[in-house]
Every structure is written in structure tokens, then in C-alpha cells.
């Protein structure tokens, strides 16, 4: 396919991600997760506007070409930075040998940006409606209890 080459949806640029955690004492452990990472690339896919001597492809809004010109794969601009921090507390009981209680809380900022647009910029022959609409967020705030015992 003619401008396919380019950035691929996965292509972040830059990443940052650390973790680690603290033991307060023999019972009490605090932990953490931080990620940031680049947007990723978007493209604009319209109908097939090169020569072909044979017509239409009759593929639709597949080809990378945007409003009649050429738009190669990523080239569309790049979403916005996901930014996402994660903490967990474990309490090991002293009085219970072998009892674990944790709880993980996820996207504890509840930051929530695009992750997926709709990239079809023809619907038919009029520019779609939903062209760059937002398809796809990061997943919301989400807590995570675990309840466990060692035998041993």
C-alpha cells in the first residue's frame, strides 16, 4: 500500500517507568508504580487518491491519503502523554503468622487520557462525523483487595 511505511501505533518515543517499595516495619510494606509515557501517532485514512489505471479500489477509507493528499503512517500528530502512578499497601498481622492482607489501588490520580481516535476521515464521500473522535481511554481508578494465608 502506497505511504503505509512510518510510525507504528505503538511507537512512544519516550518512556519512564520506575518501581519499589518500603517496609515500614515487620507487618506494614508501602509500594509504588510510576509510568510515563509519550503519546502515540495517529494517522488520517481517506480514499484512494493515486493513479490507478483500473478505478477504485473500492476499499473505502483505507488508504493513508487525507482529503486528497498523501498521509503516511503516523504523521497525523501524536495523542496525549499517559501519565499513571500505582500504590499498593501489605499488612502482615503478627499476631496471625502467615496472613496477608494487601491492597493494590490503580491510576491512583484517576487520570484519564486518549489512548485510541477514530482515524476514518471519509464516511462515503463527506468527512465522517466521527473523525478524531476519541475511541479509547486509559482504564479509571480501580482498587484491588487480596486476602491470603501461607500454611507454611
Request: aromatic share 14%.
Amino acid at each position: 500500500m502506497e505511504h503505509a511505511y512510518g510510525y507504528l501505533p505503538n511507537d512512544r518515543r519516550h518512556q519512564i517507568k520506575a518501581f519499589g517499595f518500603v517496609e515500614l516495619n515487620d507487618q506494614w510494606q508501602v509500594g509504588g508504580n510510576v509510568l510515563l509515557a509519550a503519546g502515540r501517532p495517529t494517522n488520517c485514512l481517506g480514499a484512494y487518491a493515486g493513479s490507478n489505471p483500473t478505478g477504485d479500489q473500492g476499499y473505502g477509507s483505507s488508504y493513508h491519503y487525507c482529503d486528497g493528499k498523501p498521509s503516511p503512517r503516523g504523521t497525523f500528530g501524536r495523542l496525549s502523554w499517559d501519565t499513571r502512578f500505582d500504590m499498593n499497601v501489605v499488612y502482615r498481622p503478627a499476631t496471625v503468622k502467615g496472613l496477608t492482607l494487601r491492597m493494590d489501588v490503580f491510576n491512583l490520580l484517576n487520570r484519564q487520557v486518549a489512548q485510541n481516535v477514530d482515524e476514518t476521515y471519509l464516511d462515503g464521500d463527506a468527512v465522517s462525523p466521527t473523525f478524531g473522535r476519541t475511541l479509547s481511554y486509559t482504564a479509571p481508578r480501580s482498587v484491588k483487595f487480596t486476602l491470603s494465608y501461607d500454611f507454611k
